[in-house]
């Protein structure tokens, strides 16, 4: 880890602080982690930190949209549409950033490598809903060319 910015280790810093208000608040954030246990809630959530750690480490914008894909497949099985799982995403990114305001008050530059880690997940959900958008409609005048 010593190529890492200093922001990667105030980001692993912060992870407990973290995942602990994000077990608070889940309620808040999506009425499904409401109905999840402690365990899986956890699960779900230490699941997204790395994700972007991971992102944050990396810097891989081609690593990080396979995570998104992952997570929203994730979110479709329970039902749910792509953009709520943008939704749920920016929403743990906006938990994260208030914890390190609240925490690390002085440490800018966790606040803004997260937003931007943020803000790059959300445009990556945008890019696979439309992506899939388009391959449903490939699809669609495919079919239409075989009636």
Request: glycine share 6%.
């Amino acid at each position: 880890m010593s190529g890492a910015p200093a922001y990667v280790a105030a980001f692993e810093a912060q992870r407990p602080a973290v995942l602990a208000r994000l077990l608070e608040v889940r309620a808040s954030l999506d009425h499904a982690f409401a109905r999840q246990t402690d365990e899986e809630a956890h699960a779900l959530f230490d699941g997204v930190l790395v994700g972007l750690r991971t992102l944050l480490v990396t810097g891989d914008h081609a690593l990080h949209r396979g995570f998104v894909q992952s997570f929203i497949a994730l979110r479709g099985a329970e039902g749910l549409a792509p953009d709520h799982a943008q939704r749920v995403l920016v929403a743990i990114g906006d938990v994260i950033v208030q914890v390190a305001r609240r925490d690390r008050p002085d440490d800018t530059t966790l606040v803004l490598a997260v937003t931007s880690a943020i803000r790059l997940t959300a445009r990556l959900v945008n890019e696979v809903i439309a992506d899939d958008l388009a391959k449903r409609r490939a699809q669609r005048r495919q079919t239409e060319a075989w009636r």
